[in-house]
């Protein structure tokens, strides 16, 4: 098992802090600290690297939320830019820019928070101050791009033209936990993996959280690995990026399928 596999595996547990109760609500700079305890807690010694977790999701209670949530990314990419110059002051590396994630959860405490921390290779977080490169451009980097809160990028429309084209046909599970599940390819671009915001989710411990894209093209259907641990595989053969046609066998993790047409 790779480095890269061994860290999913190790590092996704939640870790609690509790704070004084003399305030009122939690505070941005109480947020801060836990999340470097978090960090520091929870580094991982490779040969060369001492790695820290790269993903972060907080649940706050609703009362502590409301407000920090107000502040939208302003308040999380700055809480991302302070984990990672207290990482490179401790020598350590991050596999990307940290991401940080704030949700609201009724069962936890006011004054608390939950923390759930992962190495996650595929996280891609912009903190917005580098312009961003033409479509065209973006696209030959072959990765999803994210801002911290992840938001989809709306479809042009002849990537809605091309999906409609395509929507009669399906993704089949063959093998795999999922086995017998099928996903319409009605949409023009379709994110697999195991993370909850992916259109097609998968419950294989092999595949990355975000693992693969599926988009629509006139001529059938094109893939991207997303810097997956655990690769992606037509036929056998591993791949980057690669046109796939019906009946091809998609593999990633332990899980095979196939896009099928409706009857």
Not at 63 to 90: C, H, M, Q, T
Request: hydrophobic share 40%; charged share 25%; proline share 3%.
């Amino acid at each position: 098992m790779s480095l890269l596999a061994r860290f999913e595996g190790m590092a996704e547990f939640l870790f609690t802090g509790a704070f004084k109760k003399g305030g009122v609500r939690l505070q941005p700079v109480e947020i801060a600290k836990e999340l470097v305890k978090a960090m520091l807690k929870n580094k991982q010694v490779s040969i060369s690297q001492v790695y820290v977790p790269n993903s972060y999701r907080v649940y706050l209670h609703p009362s502590d939320w409301g407000p920090l949530a107000s502040f939208g990314d302003v308040f999380l990419i700055e809480l991302s830019k302070y984990l990672f110059a207290e990482a490179e002051r401790n020598g350590y590396t991050f596999l990307s820019k940290p991401a940080i994630e704030l949700h609201a959860d009724e069962t936890v405490n006011p004054r608390e928070m939950v923390v759930e921390i992962n190495f996650d290779d595929s996280i891609d977080v912009d903190w917005g101050e580098e312009e961003k490169e033409n479509d065209a451009t973006n696209e030959s980097n072959w990765r999803e791009s994210t801002t911290i809160f992840r938001e989809r990028v709306k479809t042009n429309s002849l990537a809605q033209d091309v999906a409609g084209r395509n929507s009669d046909y399906f993704l089949e599970i063959i093998e795999g936990p999922d086995v017998g599940q099928t996903f319409s390819l009605q949409e023009a671009e379709v994110f697999i993996g195991r993370h909850a915001q992916c259109d097609l989710v998968l419950h294989d411990p092999e595949v990355s959280r975000r693992h693969l894209k599926i988009a629509s093209e006139e001529n059938g259907w094109w893939l991207d690995d997303l810097g997956s641990t655990n690769g992606s595989f037509v036929n056998g053969q591993r791949i980057t990026h690669q046109t796939t046609a019906p009946g091809d066998r998609i593999q990633i993790g332990q899980s095979v399928l196939v896009i099928q047409k409706s009857l």
